[in-house]
């Protein structure tokens, strides 16, 4: 029997997220120029589903838990259980908070498109996926395998569906997992004896001081969106032409790239909502995902992060985008997200509770205050069914003791911002995302 892929680190970190009020999946949400149903939908799925055969597999735990969980082939796989008809149109908004609060069902498949017919014959596809299963970049490649079409016809063949491969007993998950342990052991130690393994832990060693100090140990401050979650969410949409971000960025003082204008967006905007309720925090430290997917040939996430100190004093947006492009700039400089892997990576080797530890710190509201991702879209116009695609949205689900989440994604030559927020918690999700397009105009007005 083949062995079968395991979760990697990160999936494992996302896996154990998923208790209590707070689910691990993400989101993306199409808006087409067309009115379809979830037939229309299911059809096209089942035609391509060969070209994204991850989309055929559910998680297995191994017992006694000696090796994290794998993933296996569903035999059997019911499409009308992971696309069927969405509600009326209510506000986009109001049906996609309430998707984000249902958890996907980990005895399946953990992915799901709910087709929801809008006013003025559009359609949305709400499509959920566990991170464990995808991460931005890794979704947004199915997307474009399994629905989105570079011409009206979309007539491209597509592939077989593999045989799916039987389910192994749990006498083999348990020997694998401890074959896998042992074999990531051993890979460790011969790459930290090997001359490259000596000059590369060299380098790590040297440079993590400094990238502990700036990513892990900088204190952020509290902030009203430190809080315990709900089972709610809520979530809101602001978006901008691509093109005006990448011309801020160039007219800025300091030469800024579009994620240095995101954050310095959002930084903007939340300074306006928690000036509006009483607040008076001089900065917030935002964590930010950096894709390592460039550098690793595993299809797993494979991702790290920084974490950027936004500064909120300024009454300037110009003084606060110089302040994030140099923030940036200087982790980029010293590789902090490359040093944060190759030590996580390294510590999982050799103690997983140190590893949890470490893994639960790098998650606390102490280290950062909210996450923003970005994600780049596909380029140039999309089709799905046959309908143009209008907007492309992604949203992710927030975290325990982080109230708000913020993912961003461009496609068809706009940026959109999703925001995903617990309304116990963050009252006035949609004012932050208008405050997002006030400070991108703002911007935009003050820099020729």
Do not use: Y
Not at 41 to 61: D, F, K, N, S, T
Not at 66 to 71: K, Y
Not at 430 to 438: D, K, L, N, P
């Amino acid at each position: 029997m083949t062995r079968p892929e395991r979760l990697g680190r990160e999936d494992a970190a996302v896996l154990r997220l998923e208790r209590g009020n707070v689910h691990g999946h993400t989101c993306k949400v199409l808006v087409i120029d067309g009115e379809r149903g979830a037939g229309d939908v299911r059809e096209l799925v089942e035609r391509r589903i060969g070209a994204a055969p991850a989309l055929r597999r559910r998680l297995v735990p191994t017992p006694l838990r000696i090796a994290p969980p794998a993933w296996i082939d569903e035999p059997d796989l019911e499409l009308d259980r992971h696309v069927r008809d969405g509600p009326a149109d209510q506000g986009l908004s109001s049906i996609v908070g309430r998707l984000m609060a249902e958890g996907l069902d980990l005895r399946r498949p953990p992915w799901a498109i709910d087709v929801v017919p809008l006013d003025g014959g559009r359609t949305a596809l709400v499509w959920r996926l566990h991170h464990a299963m995808a991460d931005g970049a890794t979704a947004v490649r199915l997307a474009e395998a399994l629905l989105l079409d570079e011409a009206p016809e979309g007539d491209r063949p597509a592939p077989r569906a593999p045989r799916p491969r039987g389910a192994p007993s749990a006498a083999a998950l348990v020997a694998w997992g401890v074959a896998d342990r042992a074999r990531g052991a051993a890979s460790a130690a011969r790459a930290a004896l090997s001359q490259r393994g000596w000059r590369s832990a060299a380098h790590t060693a040297a440079r993590l001081p400094a990238a502990f100090r700036r990513e892990l140990l900088s204190r952020a401050p509290e902030t009203p969106l430190d809080r315990s979650v709900g089972p709610s969410r809520e979530v809101a949409f602001a978006g901008a032409p691509l093109a005006e971000l990448k011309r801020i960025g160039h007219a800025a003082p300091e030469r800024a790239t579009v994620n240095d204008v995101v954050l310095a967006a959002v930084g903007g905007a939340l300074r306006s909502w928690l000036t509006r309720r009483g607040g008076a925090v001089g900065e917030i430290r935002v964590k930010v995902p950096v894709s390592l997917h460039a550098r690793a040939a595993d299809p797993a996430n494979r991702d790290s992060f920084i974490c950027v100190d936004v500064p909120l004093e300024h009454d300037d947006p110009v003084e606060r985008l110089v302040a994030v492009a140099r923030e940036t700039r200087e982790r980029k400089r010293e590789h902090d997200a490359e040093t944060l892997d190759a030590f996580f990576r390294d510590l999982s080797h050799l103690s997983r509770s140190l590893d949890r530890h470490a893994e639960a710190w790098a998650a606390s509201p102490r280290v950062f205050t909210l996450n923003v991702s970005d994600v780049p879209g596909p380029r140039g116009p999309r089709w799905v069914t046959g309908a143009p695609l209008l907007e492309l949205h992604t949203l992710a689900e927030i975290a325990h003791r982080h109230a708000l989440r913020i993912a961003v994604i461009s496609a068809a030559d706009r940026i959109s911002f999703g925001l995903c927020a617990d309304p116990g918690v963050v009252d006035g999700v949609a004012e932050i995302a208008a405050g997002i397009e006030r400070e991108l105009a703002a911007l935009g007005a003050a820099l020729p």
